[in-house]
């Protein structure tokens, strides 16, 4: 059906209409996966210098139907802009509690495990009961869970989310600023929230051992960071030269290709066993 003949106008309406049925299927396969059991949460172990693993991001993926798995740079902004962030965000903080919990209880270390939180879920004034309700329910404690936001969201609406931040942060829980460097905020702001963590954006660790100035940005990041008792993980980091250049430089916490990719859950076990400090 496509007659569009050289004109312009009608090459531009024909890819809008074919980004906005990508976005349909993609709700409606979302929707279905809500249902059926077809996401499912991948784990990133986060490192120590000395390679102890300390903690794990869970990173969201998507089963096709046919074409196997899908990722979240494409799914979760259709996801936001058609408010399903909300049912699957709450199904992510749940499906991160069951799994913490199993793995406690058949007897493995436990180790803070990180869930990225989307600016909407933390707009929604029942953000606050929907992770005390996860963890009371499941028996995860507090200090245990760390809620990724990123410099956008702590900067807008600032009032609403600090308060929000600081209860849960009361209860215990931890709170990283994700691609940290990338927006801006400023630290002041930041200091004023309940803020245990900073993580470097992966564009600064991919360029930290060029020459020009990313050496020195994340130099400042580090020692910002740490005069405000913060630490700060390296995300990102693929090769060994990177890593040296950010254990020089101090960073606390390392999490990249180099030591791991996302995993499913199944593959977390064995490392929990062997490659964590307790
Ligand atoms: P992010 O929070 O910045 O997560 C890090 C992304 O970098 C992940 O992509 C991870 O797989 C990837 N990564 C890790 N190490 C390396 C590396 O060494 N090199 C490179 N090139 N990439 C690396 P992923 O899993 O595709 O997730 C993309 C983004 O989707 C995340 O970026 C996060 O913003 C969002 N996301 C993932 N899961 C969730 C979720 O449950 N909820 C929400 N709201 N957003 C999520
Ligand atoms: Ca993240
Ligand atoms: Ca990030
Ligand atoms: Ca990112």
Same mark, same amino acid.
């Given at each position: 059906s496509k007659k569009s003949g050289g004109n312009r106008f009608t090459f531009v309406s024909d890819e809008i209409s074919s980004a906005a049925a990508e976005a349909n299927d993609l709700e409606l396969m979302m929707r279905t996966a809500l249902k059926e059991g077809g996401f499912e949460v991948y784990y990133q172990p986060q490192y120590l210098e000395d390679g102890t693993l300390c903690g794990m991001e869970a990173l969201l993926r998507l089963h096709h139907p046919r074409s196997g798995m899908i990722l979240p740079d494409r799914f979760i902004p259709v996801a936001e802009d058609s408010g399903l962030i909300m049912p699957i965000g709450n199904w992510v903080l749940e499906e991160v509690a069951r799994q913490f919990m199993a793995w406690s209880q058949a007897g493995l270390p436990q180790v803070r495990i990180a869930v990225n939180v989307s600016p909407l879920q933390f707009m929604h004034s029942d953000f606050l009961g929907h992770v005390q309700r996860v963890l009371a329910r499941s028996g995860?404690?507090? *200090? @245990?869970l760390e809620l990724e936001v990123t410099e956008t969201t702590v900067m807008r609406n600032i009032e609403e989310i600090a308060r929000q931040m600081r209860e849960l942060a009361a209860l215990g829980v931890h709170f990283s600023v994700d691609d940290f460097g990338t927006g801006y905020s400023s630290l002041r702001h930041l200091h004023?929230? #309940? $803020?245990?963590t900073l993580k470097v954006d992966r564009s600064f660790v991919e360029r $930290? %051992? *060029? %020459?020009?100035?990313t050496y020195s940005i994340v130099q400042a990041i580090l020692s910002l960071a740490h005069s405000l008792g913060m630490q700060v993980v390296a995300e990102g980091v693929e090769r060994k030269d990177q890593f040296e250049v950010l254990k020089a430089l101090q960073c606390d916490v390392f999490q990249g290709y180099l030591f791991?990719? #996302? @995993? *499913?859950?199944?593959?977390i076990p064995p490392l929990l066993e062997t490659q964590t400090a307790g």
């Open positions: 995860m404690p507090a *200090e @245990l004023q929230l #309940p $803020i245990k $930290i %051992t *060029e %020459t020009n100035g791991s990719y #996302p @995993l *499913e859950a199944g593959a």
